[in-house]
């Protein structure tokens, strides 16, 4: 996961988890080397990134949802339970 003091994504992004009411999640990865944070650095929106270790308790958290692929994304499938996970 990585962080950015400019806020991630475009218009159309930030958008689009307002319109599935994701805009207050956070997103994780299980993937060590995302590709995202390679884009990011590339076109210069962070230049030191920091990967930080999340606790897998957070699996079990009311809360928490899961998807299979970007959350944002047509067809993406996003739930809540252990079984989404």
């Known amino acids: 996961m990585f962080f950015s ?4 994504g475009s218009d159309v992004s930030r958008s689009l988890d307002s319109r599935d009411n994701l805009q ?3 997103r ?3 993937t060590q080397k995302h590709p995202m944070m390679y884009v ?10 920091v990967i930080l270790e999340i606790d ?4 079990c958290w009311l ?3 899961f998807a299979d692929r ?3 994304k047509n067809g993406a499938n996003i739930g809540g339970s252990l079984s989404d996970f």
């Open 28 to 30: 994780v990865s299980f």
């Open 40 to 49: 990011a650095m590339n076109n210069g929106w962070i230049s030191n990134p």
């Open 5 to 8: 003091k400019s806020p991630g």
């Open 63 to 65: 809360d928490t949802k």
């Open 70 to 72: 970007n959350a944002v």
């Open 56 to 59: 897998p308790e957070v699996i």
């Open 24 to 26: 207050n999640y956070v």
